[in-house]
């Protein structure tokens, strides 16, 4: 076998054989294939796709790349929770401290960015202290402790994924369901909770542009789960917009802080609670009842009671507790420049793919893998879909270090504005549950 033959056989839209996937991908993660020839074939898959039967070996393929993990130590129901990615998505930081107050085990391993999209890891590094990476001893301590901790995805979970993933974060090889769902799913099913929460994206600023594509996304990783033993549900949310007001890893913290407070955003402390309440129903923690498991997630909100799980994970995991009460400790950025409106109307759209590279160009994702990330650049939006403006009115501001790519980032958030005459219907945000 050799690797030319198989991106040949995938760019010609042929399915490939289990053998055919397993010798480039373990080949790529031993080394023996070379970057450049596995983003030919994943360049190939994004644009000719992969069958049902091609997507479950490869998830399994990926997932035995490396180590699982037995979380049997654990007391409890363990639940996970995963986005697609999103742009302004902070809801794991807010939602596993409301589970985790409620009662259900938190044994989380975040990724980074990928793409225009941020990663929990990157935020959680914004914390000063924060540490995102653990001995698995104190990872499982730390949850019997404190019922939570989050930690970076390590080396030894699924490194093919690993690879992969840095791979298309820079090569635009992101948006393909395949790849998708066994990134995902590799890491999920190695990762050792018993059910799993997934919340699916759709829209500009997802990679599934189309309710439809993010269904089919959902549907397959739900049914990849489940024929691997595990409870899922997957929430299908819109991401044509920003989610909340923020992008930008310390600002994206703040905005978390804020809606652990019980402020915040209306979009993001919505979809934070629906997403813990899910989790508290596969955790077990209310009889299979939905609705008593958004009362207990609002009122675990609501009693400051998510915040305080918030302050002892931060606390356990190195960080500075006291960014609760002063998010000056988070920094600030050097450089601030401010979007203006040049026209009366209403924003009849804000492309979130667009503010997500604005934010990626002005600092805040990475261009190339060994790129460092500006922590505290990124977007406040003042003005977001269905906002009545005046000429000259502020839209938002782009924030981080770099005066130059400050300047970049302000000139893209411009074009993620469009402003008209008529106040536009503003899209679920919550578009379906598959359980
Ligand atoms: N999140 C992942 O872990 N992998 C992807 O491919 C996309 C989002």
Redesign the pocket.
């Known amino acids: 076998m050799n690797a030319v033959d198989v991106i040949n056989k995938k760019r010609r839209g042929e399915a490939l054989s289990t053998e055919e996937i397993e010798y480039m991908v373990m080949g790529f993660t031993n080394g023996v294939i070379l970057d450049y020839q596995m983003s030919a074939l994943l360049m190939a898959i994004c644009l000719q796709g992969m069958t049902k039967e091609e997507t479950v070996q490869l998830t399994r393929i990926m997932r035995d790349s490396g180590e699982t993990v037995d979380l049997s130590e654990i007391r409890g129901i363990k639940v996970d929770k995963?986005?697609?990615?999103g742009v302004g998505d902070k809801t794991t930081l807010i939602v596993a401290p409301i589970a985790a107050a409620c009662g259900v085990p938190i044994a989380k391993m975040s990724?980074r960015g990928?793409g225009f999209?941020g990663g929990t890891v990157d935020k959680m590094e914004s914390i000063p202290g924060f540490v995102t990476s653990m001995e698995r001893d104190a990872f499982i301590r730390s949850v019997n402790e404190i019922g939570i901790a989050v930690i970076g995805q390590t080396g030894h979970i699924a490194p093919a994924?690993k690879k992969m993933?840095a791979l298309?974060d820079v090569t635009g090889t992101?948006e393909s369901i395949s790849?998708?769902t066994s990134?995902?799913m590799s890491?999920k099913l190695a990762a050792g909770a018993d059910a799993i929460v997934l919340d699916v994206k759709c829209g500009s600023g997802a990679?599934m542009k189309t309710y439809e594509d993010a269904r089919e996304l959902a549907a397959w990783m739900v049914d990849i789960g489940r024929g691997n033993g595990k409870s899922m549900t997957a929430v299908i949310s819109d991401m044509e917009q920003p989610l909340g007001n923020v992008v930008g890893n310390a600002l994206e913290v703040r905005e978390a802080i804020d809606v652990l407070s019980g402020g915040g955003p209306k979009d993001i402390r919505a979809l934070s609670l629906r997403l813990a309440a899910e989790m508290i129903l596969l955790g077990g923690r209310s009889g299979g009842d939905r609705a008593k498991a958004e009362a207990i997630a609002l009122e675990a909100l609501d009693s400051g009671a998510a915040l305080e799980k918030f302050r002892q994970f931060v606390t356990n995991q190195g960080g500075d507790p006291r960014i609760t009460v002063d998010q000056s400790l988070l920094g600030e950025a050097g450089f601030a420049v401010e979007v203006r409106a040049a026209a009366d109307g209403y924003v009849t759209a804000l492309d979130a793919m667009q503010v997500g590279l604005a934010s990626q160009h002005a600092g805040a994702g990475r261009e190339k893998k060994e790129d460092d990330i500006d922590m505290s650049a990124g977007i406040i939006l003042a003005k977001k879909t269905g906002d009545e403006v005046r000429a000259g009115d502020l839209l938002c501001t782009v924030y981080g270090n770099n005066e130059a790519k400050v300047k970049t980032g302000a000139e893209e958030a411009h074009k993620a504005y469009s402003i008209g005459p008529d106040k536009p219907e503003q899209p679920a945000l919550i578009k379906e549950i598959i359980d």
């Open positions: 995963h986005s697609t990615g990724g990928l999209t994924d993933y298309r992101t790849l998708i990134s995902i890491k990679f």
